[in-house]
């Protein structure tokens, strides 16, 4: 397979040199905007691809796997192992297939209106998968062809343009920013779940004292401690900070009871991380939050690759979470993944925490927010306002 970049002023144009060269069969692997020192080359650079005659574009190498000696199990890091591999192999296709539709999709539309061009080459440069861009910029592109009966939404007009695409990404965006204020004669409790490292306690945190200041009810903060040493000592210090109440319970049987004491109180259960190889350790704690009717919501690194986003909201649905946490919001400047997590799952956001700061760096994941950033200049430096007007 041969590999080659090629800079131009735009991703069609790229594309229109790659083709001159490689013949109709290249294939667009990559395409973004240059850096700052390599902006004289072009305004995008484009990676393509020519396959060998004999390979197509879904045929990855034969994976060479160490066999069990005879009479030998595969081990749990043989079974790990291979999961890896796969989840890699998973990422590569994606990767592909979003390149062969971006290159599909930009001979399509290449006669149509530069906006609908940019806006999905800005959209795939965020890193929302092809097919959900594709449909974004079809719906908000059938008002600007001229197919809708709203006469203001005309080819060529840029600023209505930016504000209906906006629209439609805050259309499939969901939200659902309010914890424990829908009725405060009751109890709600409400438990952060995830990976290690994901940042719930600090989640955790930065919501006790926003509702501490906000809410006209008691805060109660619970750490699940049985399942590792030590990890509620950062809860508890900023639990004393804040003034709040705090449990860290060594036996998940004394939840109950914890419960039972703060019946009017919002309740928030920082639950200790899991690897994927603790699954059934977290099955075993998510019959226990449903036993007691605690509503789980799972927290997200955004910064993350997106198959690991994928990785991880699999081996955590078993714990039914009615929403989601984005974290790490400051360790990326793309938020694609973010509304494909949000589509792919049919689950709303609620929050987005972006930076350590307790309790400053977390606000409401409103759906306008959420569109603001997936087309942010950040995202892909569009040339137009893409915020709506």
């Not at 020192?37 to 990855?60: I, M, W």
């Not at 590792?228 to 060594?250: C, H, K, M, P, T």
Request: proline share 5%; hydrophobic share 45%.
């Amino acid at each position: 397979m041969k590999l080659k970049s090629f800079f131009a002023s735009s991703v069609e144009e790229a594309l229109s040199d790659a083709r001159r060269e490689f013949g109709p069969e290249a294939v667009l692997v990559q395409s973004r905007r240059t850096s700052a020192e390599s902006r004289e080359l072009g305004e995008y650079e484009v990676v393509c691809a020519l396959l060998p005659q004999d390979e197509g574009p879904f045929a990855p190498p034969p994976a060479k796997l160490d066999r069990p000696a005879r009479g030998q199990a595969s081990t749990s890091a043989d079974v790990q192992r291979l999961a890896g591999e796969l989840a890699e192999l998973k990422n590569c296709m994606q990767r592909l297939q979003t390149s062969i539709v971006l290159s599909g999709t930009t001979s399509t539309v290449a006669g149509a209106p530069a906006e609908i061009r940019e806006a999905l080459a800005l959209l795939l440069a965020a890193e929302v998968e092809a097919d959900l861009a594709q449909q974004i910029v079809g719906e908000a592109g059938t008002h600007l062809t001229g197919r809708a009966a709203d006469e203001d939404f005309i080819p060529g007009n840029c600023a209505r343009f930016a504000t209906l695409l906006h629209r439609h990404v805050m259309r499939l965006s969901a939200s659902r920013p309010s914890l424990g204020e829908e009725n405060t004669a009751r109890r709600s409790v409400v438990a952060l779940v995830g990976p290690h490292g994901a940042g719930k306690t600090s989640c955790i945190a930065k919501l006790a004292a926003r509702y501490a200041i906000g809410l006209h009810r008691g805060i109660h903060v619970v750490a699940l401690d049985e399942y590792r040493v030590g990890g509620s000592e950062q809860l508890r210090a900023y639990a004393s900070i804040l003034g709040v109440g705090f449990d860290a319970l060594n036996n998940d049987g004394l939840l109950s009871r914890v419960l039972a004491e703060h019946e009017r109180d919002l309740v928030l259960v920082d639950v200790p991380g899991f690897s994927t190889s603790e699954m059934d350790l977290a099955a075993r704690v998510a019959r226990r939050l449903q036993a007691e009717e605690i509503e789980a919501q799972l927290v997200l690194p955004v910064s993350l690759r997106a198959t690991d986003l994928r990785r991880i909201s699999g081996n955590f649905a078993v714990f039914k979470p009615a929403s989601l946490i984005f974290t790490r919001m400051d360790e990326t400047a793309t938020y694609g993944p973010l509304l494909n997590e949000i589509v792919r799952t049919g689950k709303p956001a609620s929050f987005l925490s972006n930076g350590p700061h307790v309790p400053d760096d977390i606000e409401p994941a409103t759906r306008a927010r959420i569109a603001d950033l997936v087309l942010s200049k950040a995202s892909g430096g569009a040339s137009v306002s893409w915020a709506a007007a």
